[in-house]
């Protein structure tokens, strides 16, 4: 059974706009990835945020994480018609290591 | 440098029928995963090696499923007999370590289609 639940589950926005997508999980985890899964190049990990941190940045991407909320959010901004894809989130389950993939958001941006 | 290779990229079978599935990882990452994607579903972990042990195959239907991940370099995946809901997308993908937050990088798939 799948851990992560993703918000929402298509996302459809013009190009220039910023996308925001969100992830819930279940259970504590060691640190939480955000995959990027398109049909030309398959599942790209994009960024990861460990337990501890609240927040985290890559070029246009910014994540953040609240453990007492058990959700994490990926915020896209000025999108590109490139950035058209499903995007998942990815929980290490504290103890096991065990990697659980979200349900995940389909994004669609329009030029 | 080579990324994840899996082969095929694509099967047609009979269902009752074997099929094997073949994935070597990145030079030098010591974890290996097998994951099934049904469609519209995240990948969901069948499998996970540190080098040639299978840490993790608490999902794997072992009644039908096995693996194995010989000198803990490349590793097959097979199903016999396959079923009908065995159709999905088998991704493979590797990382340095199993623990500690490493990138998973995963390969192309095999979409697998039983009729």
Known sequence: ?111 | EAGVVQSPRYKIIEKKQPVAFWCNPISGHNTLYWYRQNLGQGPELLIRYENEEAVDDSQLPKDRFSAERLKGVDSTLKIQPAELGDSAVYLCASSLRGTGGNEQFFGPGTRLTVL
């Open chain 1, 1 to 111: 059974s799948q851990q992560g639940e993703e918000d929402p589950q298509a996302l459809s926005i013009q190009e220039g706009e910023n996308a925001t997508m969100n992830c819930s999980y279940k259970t504590s985890i060691n640190n939480l990835q955000w995959y990027r899964q398109n049909s030309g190049r398959g599942l790209v990990h994009l960024i990861l945020i460990r337990s501890n941190e609240r927040e985290k940045h890559s070029g246009r991407l910014r994540v953040t994480l609240d453990t007492s909320k058990k959700s994490s959010s990926l915020l896209i901004t000025a999108s590109r018609a490139a950035d058209t894809a499903s995007y998942f989130c990815a929980t290490e389950t504290s103890g096991t290591y065990k990697y659980i993939f979200g349900t995940g958001t389909r994004l669609k941006v329009l030029a």
